[in-house]
């Protein structure tokens, strides 16, 4: 279920009620392979035992009456005793055995070898074959050999058609799917960063975001989109015809609580001159009619940001002033002087700022070699979880052979090691990475020098600005 896959397939029938509810129960037994295969007749087993299973080769998928218990080599619990059908799976190496498991059995070995099956397809027209996702060409005479065994996603697409199902593809036989494939188109998406569409139709539903093609069967379909920014934009309807690619742009508008924090953000970055005291220029006070005029122009009303928009536009003009500016011959020496006292100011404070610029600089450089540190103790414990975990291999392997040699006393110590590294890797690989997480919180937390350093460029533009005046 975790993998969308199916683990189990079968059915049951019967002709009374109460036939079906014991059908039911010998499912139920038969989707945790608790039974036992009695000339093809499953019974619900009622006894279990204890068995080592080996394969060649090894760390292959170990399935007890075709459902999965775990990885060769493996000691797998609770098998039932009887007649049973074990089987192994590696890739495309594939082996089973059907036989009696009694209490006294201790040790069984599944050879493996390489297995294929053949799928053949029954279809009217020539479309694309595709297996998860591999293309293995057309249609044409529909028989596709050297398929790896096991449960596979098969889609069959082209000419306006598409099928796809779950299909088994058991060893050396030959699967036989019968498809009627129906008409699809395909909807070009392109939908807003931040937002996501839901696609809906007859038995059909989608969620889609960012740009892509999806393909749907031909039909009438409602799309509803929205985002946490964006106002929901729902019941788009659209219709897709045969092998038709239809366009899905939406226009999505911000929310009102949206289009207020972006205006609100730019009035607080103008609102930043007055605060550290500068000097403002006629490109602000553009800046600043430009920002009412789009305020003017928004579909929504915010009078609280206009009135703040106009209370600075009144700053600045007062401290620009309105109308020419007069020529350079007749500036006055009070202004000049003015115009000196505030240069010092900026000078002042230019240090100033590359003072803390250095100090912070200074801390960060700290950070940094203490997250050096932090990242070398995170490697120094990957170390330690790769050797735990080779001296568990190590000792895992000595219970192995101990186990099949029939000394259960050194088996069961080797086992005991093994369990220690076990924790061992664990818990260095959860030190490892808590240090890792370490360095990079020190690499990231360290003082931000992004104000100062905008500030400064911003008071050495006005140092600037002063100079070319005088």
Not at 134 to 162: C, D, Q, S, T
Not at 179 to 196: F, K, L, N, T, V
Not at 246 to 254: E, G, I, N, Q
Request: charged share 25%.
């Amino acid at each position: 279920i975790a993998n969308r896959r199916i683990l189990f397939m079968d059915q049951a029938t019967a002709q009374f009620l109460g036939q079906m509810r014991d059908m039911m129960e010998l499912l139920a037994y038969e989707v945790a392979g608790l039974v036992t295969i009695g000339y093809d007749v499953p019974a619900i087993a009622s006894d279990f035992t204890r068995v080592f299973i080996e394969t060649v080769p090894s760390r292959a998928d170990i399935y007890i009456n075709g459902i999965r218990k775990g990885i060769s080599p493996d000691v797998i619990d609770r098998v039932p005793v009887g007649r049973i059908e074990v089987s192994a799976q590696y890739g495309n190496f594939y082996g089973e055995q059907t036989l009696e498991v009694s209490r006294e059995t201790q040790r069984i070995l599944i050879e493996c070898a390489e297995a294929y099956g053949t799928l053949s397809i029954k279809a009217d027209e020539n479309l694309d074959v595709y297996l998860d996702g591999r293309w293995l060409g057309k249609v044409g005479g529909g028989r596709f050999a050297n398929l790896p065994i096991g449960i596979h996603n098969l889609e069959l697409k082209g000419e306006g058609l598409y099928w796809q199902d779950e299909v088994l593809i058991n060893r050396n036989e030959q699967t036989l799917v019968e498809i009627q494939p129906r008409e699809y188109g395909s909807i070009e998406y392109g939908i807003p960063e931040g937002a996501i569409a839901e696609v809906s139709g007859e038995l059909f539903r989608e969620v889609v975001k960012g740009y892509g093609t999806l393909a749907v069967p031909v039909g009438q379909y409602s799309v509803v989109v929205s985002g946490k920014n964006y106002e929901k934009h729902a019941d788009i309807p659209l219709s897709v015809a045969r092998g038709a690619r239809v366009p899905l742009a939406p226009d999505l508008l911000y929310t009102r609580e949206y289009v207020y924090q972006l205006f609100a953000e730019r009035i607080k970055e103008s609102e930043r001159i007055s605060e550290y005291g500068y000097r403002v220029t006629n490109i602000d006070l553009r800046k600043l009619g430009d920002l009412k005029s789009d305020l003017e122009q928004s579909r929504h009303r915010f009078p609280d940001l206009m009135a703040r928009v106009d209370d600075l536009i009144e700053k600045a003009e007062s401290i620009i002033g309105v109308g020419a500016l007069p020529p350079r011959e007749t500036v006055t020496q009070d202004a000049a002087a003015g115009s000196t006292a505030q240069l010092n100011v900026l000078l002042a404070r230019k240090q100033e700022l590359q003072l803390q610029l250095e100090a912070s600089r200074l801390v960060r450089k700290r950070r940094v070699v203490r997250g050096w540190i932090s990242f070398g103790a995170g490697v120094a414990g990957a170390g330690l979880a790769g050797l735990s975990a080779y001296l568990y291999d190590e000792n895992y392997k000595a219970h192995e052979e101990a186990f099949k040699d029939g000394l259960f006393d050194k088996s069961e110590h080797y086992k005991q090691l093994a369990q220690f590294w076990k924790i061992s890797t664990f818990v260095a690989a959860g030190a490892g990475g808590l240090s890792l997480l370490t360095s990079s919180i020190f690499w990231l937390s360290g003082p931000s020098t992004r104000n100062i350093a905008d500030e400064l460029k911003f008071v050495e533009s006005q140092i600037e600005i002063l100079a070319d005046e005088r």
